[in-house]
């Protein structure tokens, strides 16, 4: 399986898949799955390619979940070896995607196809939803896929989303949930005037400042026993013409929520807008939703995850919902309980992108022995 699974990621990484390009990794992968009895069905929105193959038509539906898409390389004369060329030295695969995520792309196959040339009769279905819209907009890709499956009723009992998430060492961390993330284009609206008559203006710097404060100040809430305290932040402020004798009329500031499971989108809004009254600021607010937070309990999945970490690793996992956001926020729409597992992610997006290539047999082993302890009844 180790070779197998080497092999599968180098033919990924050599596919130029700059997001949200696909680039033939879907056909690689369907080219495998054709001969596994998987039903396939391509699923293309604008300019996103995305798949879901399903083997099976009872439950539990056992889905695996990854992207095709991968991030720019930045400098490629920065690079040790070119990005789109499988390279391996000292034992570590290097190429954009290795960590993210074709390695578990892979690992998914090898994986599947040593179970059921081991296990010609289990109980369940096993399906991949694959997109090539991750790194991207992300609104072509495994939303729609989500949104399609939830019409027609087809939902998913577990989901193994392969996303890098382990920090020293492989096996060391599960995601089981990630925060949500909700931004606000704030404008505030002011008096534009000269400088030297400000009493014939009014300066929306000045009438924001002590809302400001407070919104930085708020406790927000205390989290919860797996998620930290809602956060908010502001990523960009802009006011002026450029000139220094002018009293900005207007007052635009970018902010962003990563809020937990301890907050709703509701909540987050009305106490923003209470705060702005408060401080009677004439304003125009927009928020956009790039994802709700999703939690995972301690349950069969991630119980059954630990365990194969444990018989394949020796190692006991944490479980952790730190990061950004991943498309388990739209698959946990269909889905009871969603982890994510991949590789180290120390290498991700960065120059030099790599995977231990040891890590790769193990990764499909883990994942072997987890669905055994889904989908064999002992």
């Not at 879907?26 to 495998?32: C, F, K, S, T």
């Not at 989901?159 to 909700?182: A, F, H, Y």
């Amino acid at each position: 399986m180790s070779n197998a699974t080497l092999a599968l990621a180098q033919k990924l990484i050599a596919r130029r898949s700059l997001t949200p390009s696909d680039d033939g990794c879907q056909e690689i992968l369907i080219d495998r799955l054709n001969k596994l009895g998987f039903h396939i069905e391509k699923m293309r929105f604008g300019d996103v390619d995305n798949l879901w193959a399903r083997c099976g038509t009872t439950a539990p539906v056992l889905c695996f979940a990854g992207h095709t898409d991968v991030v720019p390389t930045g400098p490629m004369e920065l690079w040790n070896s070119h990005p789109f060329v499988p390279t391996i030295c000292d034992n570590k695969l290097y190429g954009r995607g290795s960590a993210d995520m074709k390695s578990s792309l892979a690992a998914f196959v090898t994986a599947i196809e040593a179970f059921l040339n081991q296990y010609s009769n289990f109980q369940g279905s096993i399906a991949l939803l694959i997109t090539s819209d991750e790194e991207g907009a992300a609104v072509n890709g495994t939303v729609k896929v989500v949104e399609t499956l939830k019409a027609r009723g087809e939902l998913l009992d577990y989901c193994i989303v392969g996303e890098p998430t382990c920090t020293d060492k492989l096996g060391d961390t599960i995601k089981n949930g990630r925060r949500g993330s909700l931004s606000g284009n704030l404008t505030v609206k002011g008096i534009q005037g000269h400088i030297a008559y400000p009493h014939l203006a009014k300066n929306p710097i000045h009438m924001s400042a002590p809302a400001i404060a407070e919104l930085a100040q708020t406790e927000w809430d205390k989290g919860n026993e797996y998620f930290p305290p809602t956060t908010w932040h502001i990523s960009n402020i802009q006011a002026g013409t450029g000139a220094t004798n002018v009293i900005p009329g207007t007052l635009n500031i970018l902010f962003n929520f990563r809020f937990s499971t301890a907050s709703t989108v509701e909540s987050l809004k009305a106490q923003v807008h209470q705060i702005l009254d408060k401080h009677a600021l004439e304003y125009d607010l927009q928020w956009e939703l790039s994802g709700k937070p999703f939690l995972t309990p301690k349950a069969e999945l991630a119980n059954a995850m630990r365990n194969a970490i444990l018989s394949v690793t020796g190692i006991e996992s944490q479980l952790s919902t730190s990061g950004g956001t991943s498309d388990g926020r739209f698959i946990a729409d269909i889905c009871r309980q969603v982890i994510e597992f991949g590789p180290c992610n120390a290498t991700i997006h960065k120059l030099n992108e790599y995977v231990d290539v040891d890590d790769l047999a193990q990764l499909s082993n883990i994942y072997l022995a987890t669905m055994e302890k889904l989908l064999i009844k002992r």
